[in-house]
């Protein structure tokens, strides 16, 4: 007896694709496969994105302790030569 299953296409994202896929029991269509497999090919691109957000995320971190050791008198100085340098007028 054939199950009636909802299409797992490339209508629904990658993460979602593959939960339903994992999910789904017995036979999974060519396409699907293939979705499986080009989703797993980008592991190398997601290493290194996230390793660019976490660079990103340290340098964060490390402008904002700087910021906390500050004078009241740099921090002033600092926002009004950036307001300047956006265009605004004093």
Do not use: W
Not at 12 to 20: R, S, T, Y
Not at 37 to 64: M, N, P
Not at 71 to 82: D, F, G, N
């Amino acid at each position: 007896m054939k199950v009636d299953r909802p299409a797992l296409g490339l209508a629904v994202g990658p993460a979602k694709a593959v939960m339903e896929m994992s999910e789904v029991q017995g036979v999974r269509s060519t396409e699907q496969i293939a979705q499986l497999f080009e989703i797993a090919s980008k592991e190398d691109e997601a290493i290194r994105q996230l390793g660019g957000c976490v660079a990103l995320f340290d340098e964060v971190q490390r402008a904002k302790d700087a910021l906390k050791r500050l004078s009241p008198a740099e921090v002033r100085s600092a926002l009004e030569y950036r307001r300047l340098a956006l265009g605004d007028q004093p």
